[in-house]
């Protein structure tokens, strides 16, 4: 078997070690992505690759923990292989990241040339960027020239177009190798930083480090207030973060937040029990403002006389 691919039974074992993780052992997940993709054979679809492929899928985005994705260095990530791991499947734990020396595209950049950069879309770039070319392509256009002398060019057209194909394949797939590197995936935004391998072990330390902090105590967030989306929990957090005096990036210094979360916790602490407080005191305003005087009364006199003693004392 090929390496690098995914077959059925390979595809099956992966989901079912992804299942694994996260239902049992409950772990953050760490993917060293080098696949060409999934085998396509006849005996492959027979045992459904297809369906082995799709539970790859319905793990990750079930999946609970932080999970990283990181291209590793001289690897390449392609086709079915990208879809089944790509971040957007499940975008609040998925990150994905790649090494400046990887590659990653739907197709290899020879796929690429063969149909985006066909032989005569070659012939036109000859004609336009070779001068030689010109000048023989306009030269048999000549109503001058007798059958022989129009063969002699036609025979020398050829002959330079056949000198030049090979110089002009080898330019095309260098091309298309271009957009396959981790600096264009990162302009398109399809991964989140490109990476060095020397540095990529501190890297995704802080960064697990920082994404365990931040998720436990986005889970005592939702406990709280379950319509919360995450994109409020992260301003919440964030003002929590400047508050708190530090210059560092929140975005950015996953180290930085990260110390912030482990020597802050009495701090981290206190800011949601201020929240809390507040999202509990707007539930009683909303509540209390779409009660009658009545219901207000009845359900103050339900309350033990040092109760409501405490509550009018606060009050004046």
């Keep these: 078997e090929a390496g690098t691919v995914w077959y059925p039974n390979s595809a099956y074992k992966t989901a079912q070690a992804i299942q694994d993780f996260n239902n049992g052992e409950q772990l953050p997940l760490m993917i060293f992505a080098n696949w060409r993709g999934f085998s396509g054979g006849q005996r492959d679809m027979f045992f459904e690759v297809l369906k082995y492929g799709a539970y790859i899928v319905d793990a990750l985005s079930k999946y609970k923990q932080p999970v990283f994705v990181y291209i590793i260095p001289n690897g390449e990530l392609r086709g079915g292989a990208w879809v089944v791991v790509d971040p957007t499947i499940n975008p609040e734990m998925m990150e994905m990241y790649a090494d400046e020396k990887s590659r990653g595209g739907v197709l290899e950049p020879e796929g690429i040339v063969e149909i985006k950069f066909r032989k005569p879309q070659m012939l036109a770039c000859m004609e336009r960027l070779d001068s030689e070319v010109r000048d023989l392509r306009l030269a048999l256009t000549s109503p001058d020239l007798v059958p022989e002398q129009k063969a002699e060019v036609k025979r020398k057209l050829d002959a330079r177009e056949k000198t030049l194909l090979p110089v002009y394949t080898q330019i095309a797939v260098q091309f298309a190798d271009l957009h396959d590197r981790a600096g264009r995936m990162a302009a398109k935004g399809v991964i989140r930083k490109e990476l060095q391998w020397a540095q990529s072990r501190s890297y995704f330390y802080y960064r697990l480090k920082r994404r365990l902090a931040e998720e436990h105590v986005r889970g005592l967030m939702r406990d709280v207030a379950p319509a919360v989306d995450r994109r409020e929990q992260t301003e919440i957090i964030r003002g929590w973060f400047q508050s708190s005096g530090s210059e560092a990036d929140f975005d950015l210094d996953d180290g930085a937040v990260a110390a912030w979360f482990e020597d802050s916790r ?31 009364v009845a359900a103050l006199q339900q309350l033990s006389t040092e109760r409501r003693q405490q509550l009018l004392a606060k009050l004046q």
């Design 266 to 296: 009495k701090e981290v602490a206190r800011c949601l029990a201020d929240w809390k407080t507040g999202v509990d005191a707007e539930r009683i305003v909303d509540q209390v403002a779409a009660a009658s005087d009545e219901a207000l």
